[in-house]
């Protein structure tokens, strides 16, 4: 490497900052990623990869290690917790639009590692764990990190910097950037197990929404556990959520059994739909959830975030190896800030309107439609273009 070679550096190591890595790597370009934690995240975070992020995923060899690693779920459904199956769909009917006409069940921290392991082969490509960013500034032909790790300083500069270090993102921060949005007065409860579900609950597919006036939920496989979502009421405290008493109550609500549930993992988290106000400040560019959050519903977050990745990837390859104006960098923000507020927050606050719906006349109304949908093939191709982002990424494409 060389003085004049391009030097993006990225904050955060997850999905979006990795797959960011690992695009301009394999083109190139220098890249110093920086990463907070001691090393790579392998908590159950993100576990569902819709069709048009596996395509992308392909072209870097690591689609075919992950579906490997995972569950191909060809269906989803819609479900209520006392009636069954309300409407299931076919992911099969996306076949000619995508080469993964399917959802892939694969915990996210499985795509890190593979692809830490590609990084790894790259000398361009430096990560720096446990070291956390403490400023950001830039002039008209530079931007500068200052780093810290422990007591020492220092302090990086490249030509551009991608935040994809989260919801509480230190660059986001840095910039002043606005955070807009809501938090949900709940907090939502995954829990998992390795209890055999489909044993016990009739035509259940590896992809579950459960409608439910009283309390709703959401069931997920991945390879070796089901994963439960739940949502928590206002006035209980994290305390009582997470006790074993009340995990196994909502688990024993859901399918009564004759002996305790067994947990392998537990969390609560808040949820959050924000966007925020820029994408892009000068040389400095927010992605995934630095960029927005929203609930889990529909699995859009990390989905999302990576196609933020292979979007402004591609523009700055543009211009730091292609002679490209820079105002081309001006549309990642036009396009995919334009998808998280249409289509990503959107789609999942629909999704949590709908799927926890108590009013009874709206309920049935809900299922009759989710049933018309899916009995009428125009109709369900037109939802699975939607659910699975297919839709969302030739919107972005179309806004120029």
């Keep these: 490497m060389t003085a004049s070679t391009p030097h993006v550096l990225i904050a955060g190591a997850g999905p979006v900052g990795m797959m ?42 690591l689609t075919t290690a992950l579906i490997e690693q995972g569950l191909v779920a060809r269906f989803t459904q819609q479900r209520d917790r006392t009636q069954g199956v309300i409407a299931e ?31 790894s082969q790259l000398p361009q490509v430096t990560v720096l764990f446990d070291n956390r960013v403490e400023s950001v500034s830039q002039t008209e032909s530079s931007v ?15 030509d551009y910097l991608i935040g994809a270090d989260g919801a509480w993102s230190a660059v986001r921060t840095q910039l002043g950037i606005a955070f807009e ?37 959401v069931l997920l496989r991945v390879p070796t556990l089901w994963r439960v979502l739940f949502p928590t009421k206002e006035d209980e405290t994290d305390e009582q959520v997470l ?3 009340s995990v196994q109550t909502r688990l024993q609500r859901l399918l009564p059994q004759s002996e305790d549930y067994t947990v392998v993992h537990r969390t609560l988290y808040k949820v959050h739909q924000r966007v925020a106000q820029h994408f892009r400040q000068g040389r400095v560019f927010l992605a995934g959830d630095a960029a927005h959050i ?107």
């Design 20 to 61: 960011s890595a690992l695009a301009l790597g394999r083109a190139g370009i220098r890249v110093t990623l920086i990463e907070s934690a001691a090393g790579l995240n392998r908590d159950l975070r993100a576990s569902t990869f819709h069709p048009p992020t596996l395509d992308m995923l392909a072209k870097y060899g």
């Design 243 to 245: 006790t074993d008493e």
């Design 144 to 158: 500068c990190v200052g780093i810290r790790k422990g007591d020492a300083l220092q302090s990086l500069h490249g």
């Design 294 to 400: 929203n609930n889990p519903l529909g699995g859009m977050g990390m989905n999302g975030g990576i196609h933020d990745a292979m979007n402004l990837c591609e523009k700055l390859m543009a211009v730091l190896q292609h002679g490209a104006h820079a105002e081309v960098l001006d549309l990642y923000e036009k396009q995919r800030r334009t998808i998280a507020i249409e289509y990503i927050n959107a789609s999942t606050a629909r999704n949590k309107k709908e799927i926890e719906e108590r009013d009874p006349v709206l309920r049935q109304k809900n299922h009759d439609e989710l049933r018309a949908l899916a009995a009428d093939p125009i109709s369900s191709l037109a939802y699975l273009r939607k659910t699975s982002m297919i839709d969302a990424l030739e919107r972005a494409k179309a806004l120029t």
């Design 89 to 119: 769909f076919d992911l099969s009917q996306l076949s000619g639009l995508t080469d993964h006409p399917f959802r892939l069940q694969c915990e996210q921290w499985k795509l890190t590692d593979l692809i830490m392991a590609q990084l």
């Design 181 to 217: 949005g809501y938090t949900y007065p709940e907090r939502f409860l995954v829990v998992s197990t390795p209890f055999e579900y489909a044993d016990h609950m009739p035509h259940l597919s590896y992809v579950n929404y459960c409608s439910d006036p009283h309390e709703w939920c």
